[in-house]
């Protein structure tokens, strides 16, 4: 499937509520809930304001990862850029219903080409002991685990520890 990151704009809001909304489920099995006020499409576009507030500030990028139809398939994200270190933090979600097809790999790579060409050298990511899915995606794009914190909580009914990883495009 040809896929493309497209810059998160206010034309996106609509389509990406209904995204949202889709796979709130699927994705509180992942990652702690935004709570029940995100859902509130007059609460969402606020949100979605402070996003694009913070992309055109410069220390954030947020990207749609999206198919030939312009349709979106998931999310992705570079924040807390630190311009003198050159490094950012990588964040992403994709659809429930395009799991396993490869898009999260696909579109990591073509982030990590996008922070390349703006001077990024090393890119951080987090995820847990549980989500083996990220994991492989990140490992495939290059990143390395360097850290798994000690501290141990309960998410969706397991106990998991954060494992951090690194890529570094230094040259």
Known sequence: MDISLEALHIND?????????????????????????????????TRLQALLDEQAQGGSYFYLIKNNTGSILGRMNVIDIDETRKTGHVGYRVGQRFIGKGIASKALKLLLDAA?????????????????ASQIVLEKNGFTLIATRNEEFEFAGQRVQFLHYVWSDLK
Request: overall charge negative; glycine content about 4%; cysteine-free.
């Open 116 to 132: 390349s060409e703006m001077g990024l050298k090393t890119i951080q990511a987090k995820t847990t002991t549980n989500n083996k």
């Open 13 to 45: 809001a609509e389509s990406l509520f209904e995204f949202e909304l889709e796979n709130r489920a699927f994705f509180e099995e992942m990652v702690p809930s935004r709570g029940d006020d995100y859902y509130d499409y007059e609460v969402f576009k």
